[in-house]
T-cell receptor, first 111, second 113 residues
Framework: QQQVKQSPQSLIVQKGGISIINCAYENTAFDYFPWYQQFPGKGPALLIAIRPDVSEKKEGRFTISFNKSAKQFSLHIMDSQPGDSATYFCAASKRDYKLSFGAGTTVTVRA | EADIYQTPRYLVIGTGKKITLECSQTMGHDKMYWYQQDPGMELHLIHYSYGVNSTEKGDLSSESTVSRIRTEHFPLTLESARPSHTSQYLC????????????FGEGSRLTVL
């Protein structure tokens, strides 16, 4: 049973454009929501994370928006660059040190 | 860059062989994990350990086994590999913080013929 649903499966964006990836969850016990970035041949690496007590967190060109009532959160990549081409995973965890991951979104940024 | 290492990176073996995937970290993390990753699918937690001599099965049932005899070492073993075991296996570790960053190795891609 997939605990975190992620969409779209893939997206293509022009350089300078905005990439938006959405995730939804059902378990209200989740209280930590990170995003991981994975390049081909590498393991995922933490990109940015949010707790449910805030609605938005921004780090450089990456922003997480969090809607607790809708049980949804999203990643926005502003001014997308070719180096952002990667697979992005949303994830969620309860206070048990275990992450549940979404299925991933492959982002391709065209120059 | 994270100090967590997996070997082998790639392995092609025949059905019925025993294999061990190695994972080592030099960060002194107590908590270590094995995830299975198939193309276009989420990472599935198959094993985790919160310290030496402590191992638990994850959310996805797996025929593999793990051991944690030393803090830095968390190997995964398949006694008799089958084609259904073909996948990428990712090892990870983290500190004791509830929101601690998960550090991943580069993965071991296993193909069972």
């Amino acid at each position: 049973q997939q605990q975190v649903k992620q969409s779209p499966q893939s997206l293509i964006v022009q350089k300078g454009g905005i990439s938006i990836i959405n995730c939804a969850y059902e378990n209200t016990a989740f209280d930590y929501f990170p995003w991981y970035q994975q390049f081909p041949g590498k393991g995922p690496a933490l990109l940015i994370a949010i707790r449910p007590d805030v609605s938005e967190k921004k780090e450089g060109r990456f922003t997480i928006s969090f809607n607790k009532s809708a049980k949804q959160f999203s990643l926005h990549i502003m001014d997308s660059q070719p180096g952002d081409s990667a697979t992005y995973f949303c994830a969620a965890s309860k206070r048990d040190y275990k992450l549940s991951f979404g299925a991933g979104t492959t982002v391709t940024v065209r120059a | 860059e994270a100090d967590i290492y997996q070997t082998p990176r790639y392995l092609v073996i025949g059905t019925g062989k025993k294999i061990t995937l190695e994972c080592s970290q030099t960060m002194g993390h107590d908590k270590m994990y094995w995830y299975q990753q198939d193309p276009g699918m989420e990472l599935h937690l198959i094993h985790y350990s919160y310290g030496v001599n402590s191992t638990e099965k994850g959310d996805l049932s797996s025929e593999s086994t793990v051991s944690r005899i030393r803090t830095e070492h968390f190997p995964l073993t398949l006694e008799s590999a089958r084609p259904s075991h073909t996948s990428q296996y990712l090892c990870a570790s983290t500190t004791g913080s509830l929101t601690g960053e998960l550090f991943f190795g580069e993965g071991s891609r296993l193909t069972v013929l």
